[in-house]
């Protein structure tokens, strides 16, 4: 990583801003071709004009009240007759809490440590939105039992006392599904949603290694703030010595305090977790009181069953 990803994410995050001031000005420009538009927009300011003067000379303003309540609506007919609202009228920034600056009193916006984040991690925080509890087609009773249970958990984020649902079993018996399932259903509930698989997440925990102070803790901010975070094949990833297992922890245990959720799938059994990461990582993971282990279980469901004759 180097110094000019936060500036990239604000030039991104400035052609938004951008964007929505051009469409509201060219909205504007569009009425001020309409006479009876510039007439009404200069009516209703000589009025407001007038109710200013009447509170100042403390006057009876009722008057011109009413003719400000009149020119009003004909202001609405004459946007509707543009197929336009007020709404129209003033910039729609993506992020309501900076209006596209990536700042909020000083402090970097949300939007910009996901844009951040987004930049190094290869744009990795994709859901596949075919991915659905109503979509699947699982028929395994245990595995269904184990999805009702996932469900519950990523519809109720805030309502439940677990932080962390780890999901396990051997390649293709729907982990990845799932995982993306829950990211869909938290989704719909407006909860703040990443998506990552340990692969890339440990390259991250690289880049965060060697990079500045800064870009280093607007990335983990983001991933510690997320409602819900889902790591998906952990196990597969390069482990980097000093980086990945430190890095790990440190993450997962800040979510934790934090009361957010985490979702973590695997190939592995419980005893090669233990065996190939961190003891304390381990202990968070493996905790009932604060994780739900679950185990997957069937045949390969991305291989073809033959067809019989």
């Not at 403390?58 to 004459?78: I, M």
């Not at 309501?96 to 930049?119: A, F, I, S």
């Not at 595995?143 to 677990?162: G, P």
């Amino acid at each position: 990583m180097n110094k000019s990803t936060i500036a990239t994410a604000l030039s991104v995050i400035e052609a938004r801003r951008r964007k929505a001031e051009a469409v509201a000005e060219a909205n504007a420009q569009l009425l001020q071709k309409d006479d009876r538009w510039q007439a009404n927009d200069k009516a209703i300011r000589l009025c407001n004009i007038d109710i200013a003067k009447d509170k100042l000379n403390e006057r009876d303003a009722s008057e011109n009240k009413r003719r400000l309540a009149k020119l009003l609506v004909e202001r609405n007919d004459l946007l509707k007759k543009h197929n336009m609202t007020s709404k129209d009228l003033v910039a729609r920034y993506s992020c309501p809490l900076c209006n596209d600056t990536g700042y909020v009193k000083g402090n970097k916006c949300q939007c910009l440590r996901r844009e951040v984040t987004k930049l190094l991690s290869g744009n990795c925080g994709y859901v596949d939105d075919s991915c659905t509890f109503e979509n699947s087609t699982e028929t395994n009773p245990d595995n269904i039992k184990t999805m009702e249970i996932c469900r519950t958990f990523s519809k109720k984020l805030n309502d439940t006392r677990f932080r962390i649902v780890v999901l396990l079993g051997k390649t293709g018996t729907g982990k990845t599904y799932l995982c993306n399932a829950m990211a869909n259903e938290a989704l719909k509930n407006l909860n703040s949603v990443f998506v990552i698989t340990a692969y890339r997440l440990s390259e991250l925990f690289l880049q965060c290694h060697l990079s500045s102070q800064e870009e280093k803790l607007t990335v983990l901010e983001d991933l510690m703030d997320t409602d819900l975070l889902v790591i998906d094949d952990l196990g597969v990833e390069n482990t980097f010595s000093n980086v990945t297992s430190e890095y790990l922890f440190a993450l997962i245990n800040e979510r934790i305090q934090r009361g957010n959720k985490t979702v973590i799938s695997s190939n592995l059994t419980v005893a090669q977790i233990r065996d190939r990461y961190d003891e304390r990582i381990f202990s968070r993971i493996a905790d009932r009181k604060l994780s739900i282990v679950a185990k997957l279980t069937g045949n390969d469901k991305r291989i073809s069953e033959p067809t019989k004759k």
